[in-house]
């Protein structure tokens, strides 16, 4: 299989909703998962009447010639970009130490703490950060600032009286963005995935995209993966993709395990989130079948397929939930 990396620059703000805070209209983010973008193609390619591609999408998924990471995030480091993956779930059981002072332990409780809160590391250095989770616990590396969060203020007018409501949103640096890794196992795939980003970046992602929000450009030329690679961190995830062998296996993006692929899961260390809601057609609003992804960070031994469900119906046809997974072995 062969891997690309699309990186996306945005330029206006996203609505990405929080859904560990609720999904509350005043609560955003910069995570935009890959269950969500694979949703978001297949909604805007059906509405343009592309069902060519709507089909050619599904099959490719499906069938795992297709699979997509979350998007996640870069940024400039000098010259370089630095790509940046999920903070491993990992719970990692530090090497023995000489008994030492109030202070210094003091110290390193802080840090542990400091470090419990990251949220993404460089690919080039996620070894490094592992490696000093198993022995004192520091790592004194700060991620960067990719963006800053802020509330704006807008006017509902449809009723009798103008009433006021916040809208939070997330606008990234100059300097920064978010990429996407995917795995194809056939050449025209890659550039067919880069006219849909570019499509798709004019009609913007996430909440409120009726007033401006979410539309993006390609920062720079498609970057195709191997292991000599362009920058360090593009090198640090072709030898981390290729690396089936590794004792820890790291999704990057969400994973619906099949039924025979439970035990796998289990044996592993995971955090989960539930999907749910409604498909709503013209005055009617239908439930979807809610499911549990498995997060993209989650660690197991192998590498399980996952799958993509169906969780209702919409227009006739069905609606389907990306739920494969894409790995970077982890080594402890």
Request: proline content about 4%; overall charge neutral.
């Amino acid at each position: 299989m062969r891997f690309a990396i699309y990186s996306l620059a945005f330029d206006t703000p996203v609505h990405f909703g929080e859904a560990a805070q609720g999904g509350k209209l005043e609560q955003a983010g910069m995570r935009y998962s890959a269950d969500t973008l694979f949703s978001a193609l297949c909604t805007e390619l059906a509405a343009e009447g592309a069902l060519a591609d709507v089909a050619r999408l599904r099959e490719g998924v499906t069938s795992g010639r297709l699979l997509f990471s979350d998007l996640l995030p870069w940024h400039m480091a000098g010259e370089e970009m630095a790509y940046y993956l999920p903070r491993p779930v990992l719970q990692l059981a530090r090497r023995a130490q000489q008994p030492l002072a109030y202070r210094e332990t003091c110290v390193q409780a802080t840090a542990r703490k400091r470090a419990k809160k990251l949220k993404y590391l460089r690919a080039s250095r996620l070894a490094d950060f592992l490696q000093a989770m198993q022995a004192d616990g520091r790592w004194e590396e700060e991620t960067p600032a990719f963006g800053t969060q802020a509330l704006t203020e807008r006017v509902n007018c449809r009723g009798a009286a103008s009433l006021p409501y916040f809208v939070g949103t997330f606008s990234f640096c100059a300097d920064a963005g978010l990429y996407l890794l995917a795995g194809m196992e056939r050449e025209e795939d890659q550039d067919w995935l880069e006219e849909l980003l570019r499509w798709l970046g004019c009609l913007g992602i996430g909440g409120k995209r009726s007033s401006g929000y979410g539309k993006f450009h390609l920062a720079e030329d498609v970057l195709s993966l191997d292991e000599l690679g362009l920058y360090a961190d593009d090198a640090a995830l072709y030898r981390m993709l290729e690396d089936a062998s590794a004792p820890w296996q790291m999704t990057l993006s969400p994973l619906l395990p099949t039924r025979e692929e439970i035990p796998a899961v289990r044996q592993g260390s995971y955090a989960l989130r539930r999907v749910g809601g409604f498909v709503t057609e013209a005055a009617h609003a239908e439930k979807k079948r809610g499911v549990y992804l498995v997060e993209a960070g989650s660690c197991f031994r192998a590498r399980p397929a996952g799958k993509v469900a169906a969780l209702g119906t919409s227009g006739g046809h069905e609606v389907l939930r990306y739920g494969k997974g894409l790995y970077a072995g982890v080594r402890v």
